[in-house]
């Protein structure tokens, strides 16, 4: 048994023991003030807006019993740090992209997005009918969190160069920031792959320091002011077809909370999980036009450089397919998604070829 599939089964075993054991939970009362912490610069369009409206809706429907703080990256922890300081206690909770923390371990990623993997409708499916909360708990136990799904922002665009991509070949020394295990692909068609914060990214390019990035889309992207570096964008990406945006409390500071106050921290979740995803997609498409008026060149890639996608998201599935756990969560995953799939794209997706065919 490898070190994480031990730690799981201590932590569920634990917990069911702890159940047997203890009569009732003691929960806390009056009023309780929670920290959280982000991942996202103050402000920073469409996943601090996320955040906020989490926090927001939390306070709105505990009524005063709970009083959410966000504290935006940098402001107690820096961007990369809150899942440590949630953790260890140092703040109660963080939003945040869940990819950001595979060096804890690289099941979080499906919780954000996987290269060739799912849509954000995709996802929803598998994580709220399927057994993706399920898999979501098991690696917060291990790690002392409680998370739930708490924003989407959609299919991320390809990104932004400073010249145009005709081939795998041009990616081999590209100076290129994309995080996850979309990251760790593209570092197979030999990019230089950085994992900056969303702030620090825009600086980043317009030094020279960046060759290229992705960020999220349209929108988010045009509001980075991208756009003023370089006039080469990408539409579709391979890397985050739906990233997911997570909620995650320290499972002690969750377990002294009632059980009323759980589920508005659960609710508020979700609420937010659709209400982000349906930001972004409200906004992208009048953001794209502004950027075409602006000169930006509006491209895709090859369908080269798409294969060339595909093998290296097949490499590094195989450099984690050892570890239990992950592979136990590829396998649900990837079931689910062929599911989804197998209806949407000869539903909804025949439907809309149709659609635009026939209303223009």
């Known amino acids: 048994m490898d070190r994480r599939s031990f730690l799981r089964t201590s932590a569920l075993g634990g917990g069911a023991a702890a159940a047997t054991t203890l009569a009732a939970p003691a929960y806390a009362q009056g009023k309780r003030k929670l920290t959280m912490?982000?991942?996202?610069?103050?402000?920073?369009?469409?996943?601090?807006?996320?955040?906020?409206?989490?926090?927001?809706?939390?306070?709105?429907?505990?009524?005063?019993?709970?009083?959410?703080?966000?504290?935006?990256?940098?402001?107690?922890?820096?961007?990369?740090?809150?899942?440590?300081?949630?953790?260890?206690?140092?703040?109660?909770?963080?939003?945040?992209?869940?990819?950001?923390?595979?060096?804890?371990?690289?099941?979080?990623?499906?919780?954000?997005?996987?290269?060739?993997?799912?849509?954000?409708?995709?996802?929803?499916?598998?994580?709220?009918?399927?057994?993706?909360?399920?898999?979501?708990?098991?690696?917060?136990?291990?790690?002392?969190?409680?998370?739930?799904?708490?924003?989407?922002?959609?299919?991320q665009a390809g990104g932004w160069f400073r010249k145009e991509i005709n081939g795998p070949e041009d990616f081999n020394g590209l100076k290129f920031r994309m995080p996850g295990l979309g990251g760790k692909a593209l570092g197979y068609l030999g990019a230089s792959v950085q994992n900056l914060p969303g702030s620090e990214v825009y600086q980043a390019l317009a030094s020279g320091a960046l060759d290229g990035t992705e960020w999220i889309g349209p929108w988010a992207d045009e509001k980075a002011g991208f756009q003023e570096i370089t006039k080469f964008f990408y539409t579709a990406g391979f890397h985050e077809p739906g990233a997911g945006l997570s909620l995650a409390t320290n499972l002690d500071v969750f377990n002294e909370l009632t059980p009323a106050q759980q589920k508005i921290i659960e609710g508020a979740s979700g609420y937010s999980n659709s209400w982000s995803l349906a930001q972004f997609l409200m906004n992208n498409g009048s953001a794209l036009e502004r950027l075409k008026a602006g000169g930006v060149k509006v491209l895709e890639f090859p369908d080269s450089v798409w294969d060339a996608f595909g093998e290296g998201t097949r490499k590094v599935y195989d450099e984690f397919l050892g570890d239990t756990l992950f592979k136990e969560i590829f396998d649900d995953y990837t079931t689910s998604m062929r599911a989804s799939s197998g209806w949407l794209s000869v539903g909804e997706g025949a439907y809309r070829i149709q659609r635009d065919r026939v209303m223009g």
């Open 37 to 155: 912490v982000t991942s996202w610069g103050r402000g920073l369009a469409g996943v601090f807006d996320a955040a906020q409206h989490v926090a927001d809706t939390i306070n709105a429907m505990s009524d005063g019993s709970l009083e959410v703080e966000i504290k935006a990256a940098g402001e107690l922890v820096g961007a990369f740090e809150v899942f440590d300081a949630v953790t260890s206690g140092q703040a109660d909770m963080y939003h945040a992209a869940d990819y950001y923390f595979i060096s804890q371990h690289p099941g979080f990623a499906f919780f954000t997005s996987v290269p060739m993997g799912m849509t954000a409708q995709e996802l929803f499916n598998w994580y709220y009918h399927g057994k993706g909360r399920e898999f979501h708990d098991s690696l917060g136990e291990i790690f002392g969190l409680k998370s739930f799904l708490a924003g989407n922002t959609g299919a």
